[in-house]
């Protein structure tokens, strides 16, 4: 997973310079390749700022507290990304590298020169997934709300209305299930989901729950969720609820946009699964 050395801030190397093979376990010492050639006579390079904070993030993670001081006195201790474990960061990485890399493309050629891009492409066009989506959570607030700007701009000039809309909320809440509820981020990415469905004329919330021989449903404002869920979250021995949480739980989602036949636009949840929806019924019309 690491590619640097955060000590010597350079470059590790997988292979051998000489005979260009693969480094392998089976060889007849730590510095020397079957080949012969010892590998402290390769010529070291030196990473980028970049690189070095993402592999003290590893190191950090693999039990060198200094190097987790490190990092944290960088990105400050109460970034989100320390919240998450490295199994955790990896499948983040994973959802949100594609992203991050094509919005970071667009916003260099739409603000940079042709005449300074072209350093600037030589240092972050290297970085490995996992090290590019670390180096964005270094400013986090005002990244992901450019990307998260580009990210609906994006969707709107190439979609209608319903698939922009589908399309959004699904990014909207798979990103906020990498993370705790109760998280900076987790808020920044709730507040950013009600506005945009706000902003989509999405007024009112139905939450339709089978029972039985009987469909009962609740119906809310919009923002009249935020205060209901908290009392859900609390029959539920406090466990922790947002919209988002509610909506990738449901087993159907639909949309239905201001028309003759809807007045307000609504966003339908049908039966949320009942590992996160087992509180009774009644309790949810008080």
């Known amino acids: 997973m690491s590619q640097t050395c955060p000590i010597h801030r350079c470059h590790l190397i997988n292979k051998c310079p000489q005979c260009q093979q693969l480094i392998k376990w089976s060889r007849p010492g730590v510095a020397k390749c079957q080949c012969g050639f010892d590998f402290r006579n390769s010529l070291a390079t030196a990473a980028t700022n970049s690189q070095v904070n993402f592999s003290l993030y590893l190191y950090g993670h693999f039990g060198q507290v200094e190097c987790m001081n490190a990092i944290k006195a960088v990105y400050k201790s109460d970034n989100p990304v320390f919240h998450l474990r490295l199994n955790q960061f990896s499948r ?11 919005n970071w493309r667009y916003q260099r050629c ?42 609906e701009s994006n969707l709107q000039q190439r979609s209608n209305q319903s698939t922009t809309v589908s399309s959004m909320v699904d990014f909207l809440v798979k990103l906020s299930s990498y993370f705790p509820v109760r998280c900076s981020i987790s808020n920044l990415l709730e507040r950013y989901l009600i506005n945009f469905l706000c902003r989509q004329k999405i007024d009112q919330t139905e939450i339709i729950c089978p029972n039985l021989a009987k469909i009962r449903s609740i119906s809310l404002k ?24 509610l909506i990738i739980a449901s087993q159907e989602v639909r949309y239905f946009f201001p028309s003759e036949l809807y007045p307000t636009g609504v966003m339908i949840l049908r039966n949320p699964e009942p590992q996160i929806f087992r509180l009774k019924l009644s309790l949810c019309f008080h």
């Open 222 to 245: 919009l923002k009249e969720v935020q205060c209901w869920l908290p009392k859900m979250a609390q029959v539920w021995n406090e466990q922790d609820l947002n919209l988002a949480r």
């Open 92 to 102: 983040l990485s994973g959802f949100l590298g594609v992203y991050v890399r094509v």
């Open 110 to 151: 739409s603000t940079l020169s042709q005449s300074i891009f072209t350093e600037f492409d030589s240092e972050l066009e290297e970085l490995s997934r996992d090290e590019l989506v670390f180096d964005f959570f270094q400013d986090w607030k005002n990244n992901f709300k450019k990307l998260l700007r580009w990210h």
